[in-house]
């Protein structure tokens, strides 16, 4: 079975842009959730998508969103890019809302310039 | 709110050592899940250990185990052999069996194994 993969690996996005990252979770699983880490810190919870639904949120404003489609992948696209945007981006899937574990992705590093 | 607290930005130990993480959390739920998560310079999250709170018996996996004091609201983890393998950052996260969107983490311990 094939584990959780996310793309691009690394990016470089001017601030204000907008950016798109991917996630196909691993197989079999329909829950993914996404976790910025900033340097030196633990991860933080953005959202978590079960069934195509968003199905919890954390801290994060409205200019993140995401999107989990019937494949059960996973987008997060955030707006207006800001300097503190600069992270690595997380994603971990599950099944059935990860009652049974996380499988989690090598992240996407963003940098924000 | 729940709160998970590491306290050892950085540990080291000699290989073939014993070494102890420290981790404390806050939390006024009764059932939750603890968990230690290693996260080697390749980024990915691998788990290592899992306690499910209801659970008296500390989880152990081969040369891992916690030493889980529920009262207290301590999840320490004992890497025993240690080997250069080990070295990496070990986070410690709790889940609400409430809300169970989430992973709450810690800020992390950095291991560092010397030969």
């Known amino acids: 079975e094939t584990g959780v993969t996310q793309s691009p690996t690394h990016l470089i996005k001017t601030r204000g842009q907008q950016v798109t990252l991917r996630c196909s979770s691993q197989?079999?699983?329909?829950?993914v959730s996404w976790y910025q880490q900033a340097l030196g810190q633990g991860p933080q919870f953005i959202f978590q998508?079960?069934?195509?639904?968003?199905?919890g949120r954390g801290n994060f404003p409205p200019r993140f969103s995401g999107l989990q489609f019937p494949n059960y992948s996973s987008e997060l696209n955030v707006n207006a890019l800001e300097l503190d945007d600069s992270a690595l981006y997380l994603c971990?899937?599950?099944?059935?809302?990860?009652?049974?574990?996380?499988?989690f992705g090598s992240g996407t590093r963003l940098t924000v310039v | 709110a729940q709160t998970v607290t590491q306290s050892q930005p950085e540990m080291s130990v000699q290989e073939a050592e014993t070494v102890t993480l420290s981790c404390t959390y806050d939390t006024s739920e009764s059932d939750y899940y603890l968990f230690w998560y290693k996260q080697p310079p390749s980024r990915q999250m691998i788990l290592v250990i899992r306690?499910?709170?209801?659970?008296?018996q500390n989880a152990t996996e081969n040369r891992f185990s916690v030493n889980f004091q529920k009262a207290a609201k301590s999840f320490s983890l004992k890497i025993s052999d240690s080997q250069l393998g080990d070295a990496a950052m070990y986070f410690c996260?709790?889940?609400?069996?409430?809300?169970?969107?989430?992973?709450?983490f810690g800020t992390g311990t950095r291991l560092q194994v010397f030969p």
């Open positions: 306690q499910e709170a209801y659970k008296q």
């Open positions: 971990a899937s599950s099944l059935e809302e990860g009652l049974n574990g996380y499988t």
């Open positions: 996260a709790y889940r609400s069996n409430y809300n169970t969107d989430k992973l709450i």
């Open positions: 197989s079999g699983h329909n829950t």
């Open positions: 998508y079960y069934r195509e639904e968003e199905n």
